[in-house]
Nanobody, 121 residues
Framework: QVQLVESGGGLVQPGGSLTLSCVAS????????MGWYRQAPGNEREMVAI???????NYADSVKGRFTVSRDNDKNTVLLQMNSLKPEDTAVYYC???????????????WGQGTQVTVSS
């Protein structure tokens, strides 16, 4: 069983900052990539930022230069530092881990339960 525990969401004013954290635990033998997605009301879930086990990163165009994703492989943790937040960043943010479960050669995706980020004055 794999569990993802997210923290760090909340209410922030435009221009402010927040840091999201996600800790993965359980039977993952190897993590290929960790990242963050978000879903605003009425919208589809979209990729925000991804970091691979080799620390390569990929960002949505809308967050480039404002958000930074990082990971600690030893602790199976992924962080999302969000700066210069805008009202359009308001969404539920989900942590996602892609990896190989123990005793399995099948790649699997795991999702957290989501954490609300609201940017409003």
């Amino acid at each position: 069983q794999v569990q993802l525990v997210e923290s760090g969401g909340g209410l922030v004013q435009p221009g402010g900052s927040l840091t999201l954290s996600c800790v993965a635990s359980g039977s993952i033998a190897h993590t290929v990539a960790m990242g963050w997605y978000r879903q605003a009301p009425g919208n589809e879930r979209e990729m925000v930022a991804i970091v691979t086990s080799g620390h390569s990163t990929n960002y949505a165009d809308s967050v480039k230069g404002r958000f930074t994703v990082s990971r600690d492989n030893d602790k199976n943790t992924v962080l999302l530092q969000m700066n210069s937040l805008k009202p359009e960043d308001t969404a539920v943010y989900y942590c996602k881990v892609r990896g190989y479960p123990q005793y399995s050669g099948t790649l699997a995706d795991y999702w957290g339960q989501g954490t609300q980020v609201t940017v409003s004055s």
